[in-house]
């Protein structure tokens, strides 16, 4: 079966230094990696996916099938990306449900 | 657009005693989930519902049951509540099955003493 882990359970940083979230993954086929974000008092939301290969609110990541992992980065954090963040993995293999980490809370001081 | 509703927002329930957390989306996603959410674990799912009529075991189903009546409505109930089901329930769907962004209600607190 699929498995994630986020080796952090709490990240703390300066305002204006960088940030990054560690996410690891086993799994042998192709699966598609995700990072949710819970900001305090809002939903749980879809931040980014590595197929879009894209970067929402200065946050990027890069999936590394050789490492298995696909780790979320920012060069310079800021006070607002305060909040939990979860890795999840989904695989056509398993009905395309999500599996997720057991999530980061970052915290940025300023 | 509501989005996704839950409701009750928390509860206190003694063991024992039964009770069904709602779930209804506006959206006319076809897929729906229920999770739990615990510290240090994440989120883990419960059961899971790609299409109305049809309903899907999930990681931890065991005293948990569901039922997809309609596509906007997704009950989850227990049927004898236990402490190790307190816990924050979240509810979502996707238009497709889970490699489609899924959409999140507000969460339900539920503690079990």
């Known amino acids: 079966a699929q498995r994630v882990t986020q080796p952090e359970k709490l990240l703390s940083v300066f305002k204006g230094a960088p940030v990054e979230l560690k996410c690891n993954y086993s799994?042998?086929?192709?699966?598609?990696l995700f990072w949710y974000v819970q900001y305090s008092r809002q939903r749980l939301q879809l931040l980014l996916r590595?197929?879009s290969r894209e970067s929402i609110k200065g946050f990027t990541a890069d999936l590394n099938k050789g490492e298995t992992s696909f780790h979320l980065k920012k060069p310079f954090a800021q006070e607002e990306d305060s909040a939990m963040y979860y890795c999840a993995l989904s695989v056509r293999a398993a009905g395309n449900k999500l599996t997720f980490g057991g999530g980061t809370r970052v915290l940025v001081k300023p | 657009t509501a989005g996704i509703t839950q409701a009750p927002t928390s509860q206190i329930l003694a063991a024992g005693r039964s009770m069904t957390l709602r779930c209804t989306q506006d959206m006319r996603h076809n897929a729906m989930y229920w999770y739990r959410q615990d510290l240090g674990l994440g989120l883990r799912l419960i059961h899971y519902?790609?299409?109305?009529?049809?309903?899907g075991k999930g990681e931890v189903p065991d005293g948990y049951s569901v039922s997809r009546a309609n596509t906007d409505d997704f009950p989850l109930t227990l049927a004898s509540a236990v402490p190790s089901q307190t816990s924050v329930y979240f509810c979502a769907s996707s238009d497709t099955t889970g490699a489609d962004t899924q959409y999140f209600g507000p969460g339900t607190r539920l503690t079990v003493l």
């Open positions: 799994y042998s086929g192709s699966p598609e």
């Open positions: 590595h197929i």
């Open positions: 519902s790609n299409t109305a009529g049809t309903t």
